[in-house]
């Protein structure tokens, strides 16, 4: 049955409005909008606390971030390797910054980079390895650990979606030398716009400061070719202001995810997610892929969900190595799982409000 009201991939969460005016208030008196104002610091110390992390800077956005822990890296040129199943920002943000990216193949059980192919891929140009900790799904964090101490590269995960996830009980973002995370309105935890890094060399601090600032480091002093990727005051007080919900809106999203497992997990030719128990989630995405003995293609799927009012999305589709501004350099056959799995991807909708009664009616619509 078609679906009375039109439900898209996700719904952006919205605090109380009287908690965000409250938050803003006090611009009205110090006139401090920008440039690391009191509510900026004071996003940051709850962040750290969230986090369980030390070293937080904060960003316009996550891509800008990505681009600035690119420039923490101890040469200006080289490869970096990577997933091609992402986010156009992953690797735009590698080639942007002047490496190039070379592809690596992901696992089919859940989607991250194989960290067994990582080996073979590597050369003397390698300078770092740039996973994606994809829907939340954890990267194989302890074997690119190891390899990335063999041969001696630096390890930047992109945590855009990872926000609150823990492995054995610890921060996913304490992995790597830098974590980026991103604040964006459709991620499990937003600031409208934002980003961060997450690290633990404190070392990085005030080189990521100056980035983020046009490499001023005083009021006659510019010691680096840095770009403008500062958080307004206004955005930090979105950050602020969320965050005493996340923890309301994850585990709203954790039933939803249930609700979809228990309807979904019978229906042939659908593949769920798996779960991870040593895994504390975040329930940022749901993807299921359409395998062969589902009735219907990928596509013929899509439609039909559309044509009931159901606007899922196929993400990642295409992946990374098939956009036009790619495609000439690299060749998807390559990375024959990330490309098996874009093809067959819809992601449901997922987010903390979604009635139940709409994923039971989503559900009904796939299986019949
Ligand atoms: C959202 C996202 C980004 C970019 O974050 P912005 O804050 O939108 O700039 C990067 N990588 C992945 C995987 C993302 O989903």
């Not at 992901?106 to 192919?117: C, G, H, L, M």
């Not at 009931?308 to 998807?332: G, L, T």
């Amino acid at each position: 049955m078609k679906i009375s009201k039109i439900v898209n991939v996700t719904m952006s969460s919205l605090p109380p409005f009287e908690d965000y005016i409250n938050e803003i208030k006090p611009i009205w008196d110090n006139h401090y909008l920008t440039n690391q104002g009191p509510i900026h610091e004071k996003f940051r110390v709850k962040l750290k606390e969230y986090l369980k992390t030390d070293g937080i800077t904060l960003f316009t956005n996550g891509h800008l971030a990505l681009e600035a822990a690119l420039s923490t890296l101890p040469q200006i040129d080289g490869e970096i390797i990577t997933t091609p199943y992402t986010f156009a920002s992953t690797t735009h943000a590698i080639v942007r910054s002047g490496y190039k990216p070379v592809f690596c193949d992901i696992r089919f059980d859940n989607y991250t980079i194989d960290a067994s192919k990582i080996e073979s891929l590597i050369t003397e140009k390698t300078v770092a390895i740039l996973p994606v900790h994809v829907y939340g799904n954890t990267c194989d964090v302890h074997s690119i650990e190891d390899i990335a101490k063999k041969y001696n590269l630096k390890v930047i995960y992109d945590a855009a979606h990872v926000f609150g996830v823990e492995i054995d009980g610890k921060p996913i973002i304490q992995f790597g030398d830098i974590s980026m995370l991103s604040f964006h309105a459709t991620k499990v935890f937003h600031s409208v716009e934002g980003g961060a890094l997450a690290y633990n060399n404190a070392l990085y601090e005030k080189e990521l400061d100056l980035f983020k600032n046009f490499g001023i480091s005083g009021a006659e002093c510019v010691d680096k070719v840095g770009f403008n990727a500062k958080m307004s005051e206004f955005h930090a007080a979105m950050g602020v202001v969320n965050l005493k919900y996340v923890n309301d809106e994850i585990a709203k999203r954790k039933i939803v995810y249930e609700e979809y497992g228990q309807f979904l997990k019978n229906i042939n030719g659908i593949k769920i997610p798996s779960v991870d128990i040593n895994v504390k989630q975040n329930y940022a995405y749901y993807p299921v892929i359409i395998t062969e003995e589902y009735p219907l293609t990928r596509d013929e799927l899509f439609d039909k969900l559309k044509d009931n009012n159901v606007f899922a999305r196929k993400y990642f589709y295409p992946i990374v190595n098939e956009f036009n501004c790619y495609k000439n350099i690299y060749d998807s056959n390559e990375t024959p799982i990330a490309k098996y799995v874009s093809d067959r991807v819809i992601t449901l909708p997922i987010y903390g409000d979604i009635d139940l009664e709409v994923v039971r009616e989503v559900c009904k619509i796939i299986g019949n």
